[in-house]
């Protein structure tokens, strides 16, 4: 069974809200990437399995944790 991430969008008017699900952090990076090329938000990506989040993306930086 492989683990799902959630991709969280944070746009300054409050919490974070969710965008989509992947399979792995690979690809939740590629996804970020091309989220961000299309708007200046800032992402997390967040593992539902224990609850943590694994990356985040702010001010084009992609940053693993």
Do not use: H
């Amino acid at each position: 069974m492989k683990t799902l991430l959630y991709i969280l969008k944070k746009d300054g008017k409050g919490p974070f809200r969710w965008v989509e699900a992947v399979s792995d952090v690979d690809a939740a990076e590629a996804r970020v990437l091309q989220l961000c090329a299309e708007s200046q938000n800032e992402y997390v990506v967040f593992r539902n399995i224990d609850l943590r989040v694994v990356a985040t993306y702010s001010e084009n930086t992609y940053r693993r944790l």
